[in-house]
């Protein structure tokens, strides 16, 4: 009851303040000038009116208001062929040579009846249209640190049993509400933009997945949560309160509070948050943006007390196999993760450059993950002659414990347009894991054929020692080769 108690009062606090403030805001008046970008009054691009505006029309409310509502969205379809090779294979013999088609689309609507009042949907899909996910031996599952697959979960002995799951899913579904024009409130499922990394962002503790290094620039799926945006008359400074749902189990034990501060030093804009949920560390944050001659920079740090992270100590053959050290025990511990980066653009040479720095605090040392992937091996050549299916389990928990283990990373990615045409562009994405010295180097080429078809070429390098990382993930000093076709576009 008193975890019950010290969260209703959280909440009610935050409720509290959100309302205050918006009455506040509201006493001041809507006469008074407001200094702001409409770029940033829902914290979206503007929707523009598709009407003829009479002249005598408020410029604000005609750049905002639309009659009709907005329906658009996008579709990508492509085929590649890829090969592998290892260090052992022969040049005309790759190890495995694979077809993978993808079919991705997304549909949105957004409608904006008066200048103070919005509605965004959005829903993604994806070929095959259902997921049939086979219950059987080899299906990896980590349950707790524990290891194991379908077919051997305690009760289940059901083999090549299999359920269907849709692929359509609800991606962003809110609504925007103005109050007085001096208070934006936001309530639904949205992504929320916390930190400013390219490739890591440790300071972004809300969105429900991490960035991907191989699309970095990707929207990423956000939880429902309600957002109050204040911004301060007369300047270009912003407050943000949040509270935060969680959408697999609602309790006031699993609501989180945030609040994050923006201000404009400048040139340089400096955020300062805070973030607070009963079962899970609390977090501190920082993030810096602005230009350095002709490059931006970047930066964020985190502070966590606690963990939400659980860290492996030992792996053995006895259950549960990957032994952990309780949450408790790191409660009361902080952990400090930080990063750093620059982008550059130069638009008359279609030209771009990010580069990125990343300390992960909550990774492990170079021994200890040596320790663990040594340990690993071993228990899993055991377990190989007693029950390779739980062999084949732990292996792959194993991998999914050193993904991401590091302490220390950098990655970079440069991209060329038109070049020696104007429909060839060439990109390099580089990954490395500075703590093993591993990872991959990406260079990719792709033709524009028309506005909606475009063919593409790229080739992947592991490096790396067998047991650093992105090695291990491999399985070897891995590359491979990629050729494919895309047809996309929008509307």
Same mark, same amino acid.
């Given at each position: 009851?008193?975890?019950?108690?010290?969260?209703?009062?959280?909440?009610?606090?935050?409720?509290?303040?959100?309302?205050?403030?918006?009455?506040?805001?509201?006493?001041?008046?809507?006469?008074?000038?407001?200094?702001?970008?409409?770029? =940033?009054?829902?914290?979206?691009?503007?929707?523009?009116?598709?009407?003829?505006?009479?002249?005598?029309? $408020?410029?604000?409310? =005609?750049?905002?208001?639309?009659?009709?509502?907005?329906?658009?969205?996008?579709?990508?379809?492509?085929?590649?062929?890829?090969?592998?090779? #290892?260090?052992?294979?022969?040049?005309?013999?790759?190890?495995?040579?694979?077809?993978?088609?993808?079919? *991705?689309?997304?549909?949105?609507?957004?409608?904006?009846?008066?200048?103070?009042?919005?509605?965004?949907?959005?829903?993604?899909?994806?070929?095959?249209?259902?997921?049939?996910?086979?219950?059987?031996?080899?299906?990896?599952?980590?349950?707790?640190?524990?290891?194991?697959?379908?077919?051997?979960?305690?009760?289940?002995?059901?083999?090549?049993?299999?359920?269907?799951?849709?692929?359509?899913?609800?991606?962003?579904?809110?609504? #925007?509400?103005?109050?007085?024009?001096?208070?934006?409130? *936001?309530?639904?499922?949205?992504?929320?933009?916390?930190?400013?990394?390219?490739?890591?962002?440790?300071?972004?503790?809300?969105?429900?997945?991490?960035?991907?290094?191989?699309?970095?620039?990707?929207?990423?799926?956000?939880?429902?949560?309600?957002?109050?945006?204040?911004?301060?008359?007369?300047?270009?400074?912003?407050?943000?309160?949040?509270?935060?749902?969680?959408?697999?189990?609602? $309790?006031?034990?699993?609501?989180?509070?945030?609040?994050?501060?923006?201000?404009?030093?400048?040139?340089?804009?400096?955020?300062?948050?805070?973030?607070?949920?009963?079962?899970?560390?609390?977090?501190?944050?920082?993030?810096?943006?602005?230009?350095?001659? #002709?490059?931006?920079?970047?930066?964020?740090?985190?502070?966590? *007390?606690?963990?939400?992270?659980?860290? =492996?100590? &030992?792996?053995?053959?006895?259950?549960?196999?990957?032994?952990?050290?309780?949450?408790?025990?790191?409660?009361?511990?902080?952990?400090?993760?930080?990063?750093?980066?620059?982008?550059? &653009?130069?638009?008359?040479?279609?030209?771009?450059?990010?580069?990125?720095?990343?300390?992960?605090?909550?990774?492990?040392?170079?021994?200890?993950?040596?320790?663990?992937?040594?340990?690993?091996?071993?228990?899993?050549?055991?377990?190989?002659?007693?029950?390779?299916?739980? =062999?084949?389990?732990?292996?792959?928990?194993?991998?999914?414990?050193?993904?991401?283990? /590091?302490?220390?990373?950098?990655?970079?990615?440069?991209?060329?347009?038109?070049?020696?045409?104007?429909?060839?562009?060439?990109?390099?994405?580089?990954?490395?894991?500075? &703590? #093993?010295?591993?990872?991959?180097? *990406?260079?990719?080429?792709?033709?524009?054929?028309?506005?909606?078809? &475009?063919?593409?070429?790229?080739?992947?390098?592991?490096? /790396?020692?067998?047991?650093?990382?992105?090695?291990?993930?491999?399985?070897?000093?891995?590359?491979?080769?990629?050729?494919?076709?895309?047809?996309?576009?929008?509307?």
């Amino acid at each position: 009851m008193k975890h019950f108690a010290r969260t209703s009062r959280a909440l009610a606090i935050a409720l509290f303040l959100s309302v205050a403030f918006a009455a506040g805001a509201q006493e001041t008046g809507a006469g008074q000038d407001i200094e702001m970008d409409l770029d =940033a009054l829902f914290g979206d691009e503007v929707i523009e009116s598709e009407s003829a505006t009479p002249v005598t029309t $408020d410029p604000v409310s =005609a750049a905002l208001k639309s009659e009709s509502v907005r329906i658009g969205g996008s579709f990508s379809g492509s085929l590649s062929t890829s090969m592998d090779w #290892d260090n052992a294979s022969d040049i005309f013999d790759p190890n495995t040579i694979g077809l993978s088609p993808s079919v *991705r689309a997304s549909l949105f609507f957004d409608g904006r009846p008066t200048e103070d009042f919005r509605v965004l949907g959005s829903i993604k899909t994806a070929w095959p249209f259902t997921t049939k996910k086979i219950l059987a031996p080899g299906t990896v599952y980590l349950k707790d640190n524990n290891p194991y697959t379908d077919g051997d979960q305690p009760g289940n002995n059901i083999f090549n049993e299999s359920i269907s799951t849709s692929a359509l899913s609800i991606f962003e579904l809110f609504s #925007d509400i103005s109050l007085n024009d001096n208070v934006y409130v *936001r309530f639904g499922k949205s992504t929320v933009k916390w930190g400013v990394g390219y490739f890591w962002s440790p300071a972004d503790v809300i969105n429900l997945s991490a960035i991907d290094v191989l699309d970095a620039g990707a929207q990423r799926e956000g939880p429902v949560n309600v957002r109050v945006l204040i911004p301060m008359t007369g300047t270009q400074n912003n407050f943000y309160l949040y509270t935060i749902l969680d959408e697999n189990n609602i $309790d006031f034990n699993t609501t989180a509070l945030a609040g994050k501060a923006e201000f404009l030093i400048s040139m340089y804009e400096l955020g300062v948050g805070a973030y607070y949920r009963y079962d899970t560390a609390e977090r501190g944050m920082v993030t810096f943006t602005g230009p350095l001659g #002709d490059f931006d920079i970047f930066g964020e740090a985190i502070v966590s *007390r606690g963990s939400a992270k659980t860290f =492996a100590t &030992s792996i053995d053959a006895i259950a549960p196999y990957i032994h952990s050290q309780p949450s408790d025990e790191t409660r009361e511990t902080f952990y400090f993760s930080a990063s750093t980066g620059f982008r550059y &653009s130069d638009s008359n040479s279609n030209f771009s450059l990010v580069g990125q720095y990343y300390y992960n605090g909550e990774g492990y040392s170079k021994s200890e993950k040596d320790s663990l992937v040594n340990q690993g091996e071993a228990t899993i050549t055991v377990l190989n002659s007693i029950n390779p299916t739980l =062999a084949g389990a732990l292996k792959g928990g194993l991998a999914g414990l050193i993904y991401g283990s /590091g302490q220390h990373y950098v990655a970079m990615n440069l991209s060329k347009g038109k070049l020696f045409s104007d429909d060839l562009s060439i990109a390099l994405t580089t990954v490395a894991n500075l &703590s #093993d010295w591993s990872g991959f180097v *990406r260079p990719s080429f792709n033709y524009v054929v028309h506005n909606n078809l &475009s063919l593409n070429l790229s080739s992947n390098f592991v490096f /790396g020692s067998s047991d650093s990382e992105y090695t291990y993930l491999a399985q070897g000093n891995l590359v491979s080769i990629s050729l494919g076709a895309t047809v996309s576009g929008s509307f």
